[in-house]
T-cell receptor, first 112, second 113 residues
Framework: GEDVEQSLFLSVREGDSSVINCTYT??????LYWYKQEPGAGLQLLTY?????DMKQDQRLTVLLNKKDKHLSLRIADTQTGDSAIYFC????????????FGIGTKLQVIP | DAGVIQSPRHEVTEMGQEVTLRCKPI?????LFWYRQTMMRGLELLIY????????DSGMPEDRFSAKMPNASFSTLKIQPSEPRDSAVYFC???????????FGPGTRLTVT
C-alpha cells in the first residue's frame, strides 16, 4: 500500500538544528523526496535520495534513510527564520508511471 | 526559464458557475500533473499527463471535473458546475523525468461561494 506519514508541526529556535521525520509503507519505493512549501507558493524540490543510499548531505541539509524501518528524516543545520515553511516527504513507486505519494506536510516554525 | 505558469492566481466564483484553470508547463517537460491542496486532505493528485496523454485520472473527484492537454505547452482543468467544496488551491506541476522531480507552479486559489 501507499502511505506517507509525517508529524504536523515542529517548532525550533533560530540557530538550532531541525529534524523532520517521515515514515512510508512501500518498501519498493525507489526514490524519496523532500519538498518545501513557503506561504502562498507551490512546492519546491529540496533534495532527494535513492533508496539504495543511507545518507545524503547538501550544505545545511542532511537526509537520512533507514530502509529497514522505512524511516526518512531531514535535518536542517543552523535553522534560520527563512526555513519556516511546510516540508513534504514524498515517495515514488517503481514501474508503470511516476506516481508520487506526498505526506501531509510538517509545518516548521522557527522562533527568532 | 519562467517556471510553471498558472492562471489565474485567484478565482472567486459563485456556486454553479464554470471555472477554468490554466497551466503552461516548463518547456521540454513531458509530464504534467494537476493537484488540489486543502487543509483537510492535504495534497491530492487529480490527473497526470505524459506526452499530452492522460495516464491516470483516478484522482479526479467526479464528472464535474475535466482536464485537457491539447499540446505540450498548455493544459486546462475545468470544473462545471462548481460547488463550495471545490474551494482549494490547485497546483499544476511539470517534470522532465520519470523520477518524481516535479516543478510546481504558484497555484490558483479557488473560492466558490
Amino acid at each position: 500500500g501507499e502511505d506517507v506519514e509525517q508529524s504536523l508541526f515542529l517548532s525550533v529556535r533560530e540557530g538550532d538544528s531541525s529534524v523532520i521525520n517521515c515514515t512510508y509503507t512501500d518498501s519498493s519505493s525507489t526514490y524519496l523526496y523532500w519538498y518545501k512549501q513557503e506561504p502562498g507558493a507551490g512546492l519546491q524540490l529540496l533534495t532527494y535520495i535513492f533508496s539504495n543510499m543511507d545518507m545524503k548531505q547538501d550544505q545545511r541539509l542532511t537526509v537520512l534513510l533507514n530502509k529497514k524501518d522505512k524511516h526518512l528524516s531531514l535535518r536542517i543545520a543552523d535553522t534560520q527564520t527563512g526555513d519556516s515553511a511546510i516540508y513534504f516527504c514524498a515517495e515514488i513507486q517503481p514501474g508503470g508511471y511516476q506516481k508520487v505519494t506526498f505526506g501531509i506536510g510538517t509545518k516548521l516554525q522557527v522562533i527568532p | 526559464d519562467a517556471g510553471v505558469i498558472q492562471s489565474p492566481r485567484h478565482e472567486v466564483t459563485e456556486m454553479g458557475q464554470e471555472v477554468t484553470l490554466r497551466c503552461k508547463p516548463i518547456s521540454g517537460h513531458n509530464s504534467l500533473f494537476w493537484y488540489r491542496q486543502t487543509m483537510m486532505r492535504g495534497l491530492e493528485l487529480l490527473i497526470y499527463f505524459n506526452n499530452n496523454v492522460p495516464i491516470d485520472d483516478s484522482g479526479m473527484p467526479e464528472d464535474r471535473f475535466s482536464a485537457k492537454m491539447p499540446n505540450a505547452s498548455f493544459s486546462t482543468l475545468k470544473i462545471q458546475p462548481s460547488e463550495p467544496r471545490d474551494s482549494a488551491v490547485y497546483f499544476c506541476a511539470s517534470s522532465p523525468t520519470d523520477q518524481g522531480e516535479q516543478y510546481f507552479g504558484p497555484g490558483t486559489r479557488l473560492t466558490v461561494t
